[in-house]
């Protein structure tokens, strides 16, 4: 079906993509992995029109063409849906659909409306996907948006789907409905390039897995003649020694103030928000990590929110560091040493046309300036201390941070806020979206920071990582804390029974 034969693309003498060869088949999935600038984007973007090769020659159903933009791969039958998906949020499911298309006209030249829902119902169903085409789309849920995206490009004639990390945003029961969604649309004949990070997925979905490094196809094979180590040592070139890193323990976690298990810096006492979530109690320890599970909607990201004071709780009580805590704003909380990740760092985190100087100098503006000047020798010499000790893989300070690969703005925006040496932090899915490798060392700074006295609260719905990664997990459903798990007595599957409600609320300390 798609054949590329020696493909290559450089950027400004940067070799981005070496010399390809690679052939995707009617009915299969190839899955495609790869750590966060390995290639994979340029690969995605050469196949959809979006960039040009520099060499090579690309060929589709048997003749060669000139993908030279994103409509003539469209007009072809390749479609991509990315990872974060391109829609008009205030209009309903059937006019996204129809977007750029001819809409149905009644006499007068009238939109009809009525048409347009029928067709966008019967394309949906064709497609298997169960949404209702008057609903706005904003309302949709995650995973409902990207069942839409992919009806509305089988609708179209599309015989090659490239899904770009289509699960990073979903809680594991979403991930399970759209991955079985991808089984039956590949067994209609339907080709799809599945590129993720999540290992387990692509092991499980893919026909044939192909692993890029530093931009180069290092490993084409059937996919069930690997497994997960296996994949990680051809993605790295090394092997991951260790999955979730522990350098403290129980009696000891670090030589600064507060260092002992047991001192509280962080408290929450029955707090509430209206529509968001109700009662929560929780505390956080100088040398802990806290684990806070639940599915998509529980209401963790709003918890975490009020407490760096983005919201303000209804009722309720919050004490820092032995001290009562009601935040008027986040800079309260910069201030009282409480930081906070967003789930959307991109949204919420970065401003993409900043530099990487000013992105990682902005946490610490007030204490490089002087008279209200800014120091400028200072803010280069912290801003290459971090890019060095956080391994930010960049050009140079001045390139532009929206350029950086997935894993190196995350750790941009986690120096930021580290170096302004903070009692607590809040993690917010820190590494969704990032490669395997970014992702060892986001644990590995995760795992220090609480070995050195810090109180982490780690939200997080991948379940190996916070169950791994936590010394508790709490774990919320619609808005309240349900369970609590400790230690070794912690499971995947217990966080994730509690998280859907299928096990008994238990807040002991002998597990869930």
Same mark, same amino acid.
């Given at each position: 079906?798609?054949e590329?034969?020696?493909?290559? !693309? /450089?950027f400004?003498?940067?070799?981005?993509?070496?010399?390809?060869?690679?052939?995707?088949?009617p009915?299969e999935?190839? @899955?495609?992995?790869? %750590?966060?600038?390995?290639?994979?984007?340029? *690969?995605i973007?050469?196949? /959809?029109?979006?960039? #040009?090769?520099?060499?090579?020659?690309?060929?589709?159903? @048997?003749?060669?063409?000139?993908?030279?933009?994103?409509?003539?791969?469209?007009d072809?039958?390749?479609?991509?849906?990315?990872?974060?998906?391109e829609?008009?949020?205030?209009?309903?499911?059937?006019?996204?659909?129809?977007?750029?298309?001819?809409?149905?006209r009644?006499?007068?030249?009238?939109i009809?409306?009525?048409?347009?829902?029928?067709?966008?119902?019967?394309?949906?169903?064709?497609?298997?996907?169960?949404? $209702?085409?008057?609903?706005e789309?904003?309302?949709?849920t995650?995973?409902?948006?990207?069942?839409?995206?992919?009806?509305?490009?089988?609708a179209?004639?599309?015989?090659?789907?490239?899904?770009?990390?289509?699960?990073?945003?979903?809680?594991?029961?979403?991930?399970?409905r759209?991955?079985?969604?991808?089984?039956?649309?590949?067994?209609?004949?339907?080709?799809?390039?599945?590129?993720?990070?999540?290992? &387990?997925?692509?092991?499980?979905?893919?026909?044939?897995?192909?692993?890029l490094r530093?931009?180069?196809?290092?490993?084409?094979? %059937?996919?069930? $003649?690997?497994?997960?180590?296996?994949?990680?040592? %051809?993605?790295?070139?090394?092997?991951?020694?260790?999955?979730?890193?522990?350098?403290?323990?129980?009696?000891s976690?670090g030589?600064?103030?507060? #260092?002992t298990t047991?001192?509280?810096l962080?408290?929450?006492?029955?707090?509430?928000?209206? @529509?968001?979530?109700?009662?929560?109690?929780?505390?956080?320890?100088?040398?802990?990590?806290?684990g806070l599970?639940?599915?998509?909607?529980?209401?963790?990201?709003?918890?975490?929110? $009020?407490?760096?004071?983005?919201?303000?709780? &209804?009722?309720?009580?919050m004490?820092?560091?032995?001290?009562?805590?009601?935040?008027?704003?986040?800079?309260? $909380?910069?201030e009282?040493g409480?930081?906070?990740?967003?789930?959307?760092?991109?949204?919420h985190?970065?401003?993409?046309?900043?530099?990487?100087?000013?992105?990682?100098?902005?946490?610490?503006?007030?204490?490089?300036?002087?008279?209200g000047?800014? !120091?400028?020798?200072?803010?280069?010499?912290?801003?290459?201390?971090m890019?060095?000790?956080?391994?930010i893989?960049?050009?140079?300070?001045?390139?532009?941070? @929206?350029?950086?690969?997935?894993?190196?703005?995350?750790?941009? *925006? *986690?120096?930021?806020?580290?170096?302004?040496d903070?009692?607590?932090?809040?993690?917010?899915?820190?590494? !969704?979206?990032?490669?395997?490798?970014?992702k060892?060392?986001?644990? /590995?700074?995760v795992?220090?920071?609480?070995?050195?006295?810090?109180?982490?609260? *780690?939200?997080?719905?991948d379940?190996?990582?916070?169950?791994?990664?936590?010394?508790?997990?709490?774990?919320?459903?619609?808005?309240?804390?349900?369970?609590?798990?400790?230690g070794?007595?912690?499971?995947?599957?217990?966080?994730?029974?509690?998280?859907?409600?299928l096990?008994?609320?238990? !807040?002991?300390a002998?597990?869930?």
């Open positions: 079906m798609l590329l034969a020696g493909v290559c !693309r /450089s400004g003498g940067v070799v981005a993509l070496e010399p390809t060869t690679l052939a995707v088949v009915g999935i190839l @899955g495609l992995v790869g %750590e966060n600038g390995a290639g994979k984007s340029t *690969l973007r050469l196949i /959809s029109g979006v960039l #040009s090769p520099d060499h090579g020659e690309i060929s589709w159903q @048997g003749r060669g063409v000139e993908l030279d933009s994103p409509r003539r791969a469209i072809l039958g390749i479609a991509t849906i990315h990872q974060e998906l829609y008009c949020g205030h209009l309903t499911v059937a006019e996204n659909m129809l977007l750029g298309e001819r809409w149905p009644r006499w007068g030249g009238r009809d409306w009525e048409a347009m829902r029928a067709e966008a119902g019967r394309r949906l169903l064709r497609a298997g996907c169960e949404v $209702a085409a008057d609903v789309f904003s309302r949709l995650a995973v409902e948006k990207q069942l839409v995206a992919i009806a509305t490009a089988l179209r004639d599309a015989r090659l789907l490239i899904l770009d990390e289509p699960t990073a945003s979903l809680a594991a029961p979403d991930a399970r759209l991955i079985d969604h991808l089984k039956t649309i590949r067994d209609s004949g339907v080709a799809i390039i599945y590129v993720s990070h999540r290992l &387990d997925e692509v092991l499980e979905l893919s026909d044939r897995i192909a692993v530093d931009g180069e196809l290092v490993h084409l094979a %059937e996919a069930e $003649a690997l497994d997960g180590p296996d994949l990680v040592r %051809e993605m790295v070139g090394r092997p991951l020694q260790q999955v979730f890193p522990r350098t403290r323990d129980d009696s976690t030589d600064g103030p507060s #260092s047991g001192n509280v962080l408290r929450v006492q029955n707090l509430s928000r209206n @529509g968001m979530f109700e009662g929560v109690s929780l505390d956080v320890q100088a040398g802990e990590v806290v599970a639940g599915l998509v909607g529980a209401g963790r990201s709003e918890l975490a929110r $009020a407490i760096y004071g983005l919201y303000r709780p &209804d009722s309720g009580t004490e820092l560091l032995g001290q009562p805590w009601q935040p008027k704003s986040p800079w309260d $909380a910069l009282a409480l930081v906070y990740l967003p789930e959307e760092r991109k949204r985190g970065l401003v993409a046309d900043h530099d990487v100087s000013s992105t990682l100098a902005i946490g610490i503006r007030d204490r490089l300036t002087r008279w000047l800014v !120091r400028e020798a200072e803010q280069r010499r912290r801003v290459t201390g890019i060095s000790a956080y391994d893989r960049c050009s140079g300070p001045g390139q532009l941070v @929206g350029t950086l690969s997935g894993g190196n703005q995350q750790k941009a *925006l *986690l120096a930021r806020w580290l170096e302004r903070p009692r607590v932090l809040i993690l917010d899915e820190p590494t !969704r979206g990032v490669d395997v490798g970014a060892a060392e986001i644990h /590995s700074v795992d220090r920071l609480a070995a050195a006295g810090h109180g982490v609260l *780690l939200i997080s719905s379940l190996p990582e916070v169950v791994g990664m936590s010394d508790r997990v709490l774990v919320m459903s619609r808005g309240s804390l349900v369970a609590e798990c400790h070794e007595t912690q499971t995947e599957r217990e966080v994730l029974q509690a998280a859907a409600g096990a008994p609320v238990s !807040r002991e002998e597990g869930c």
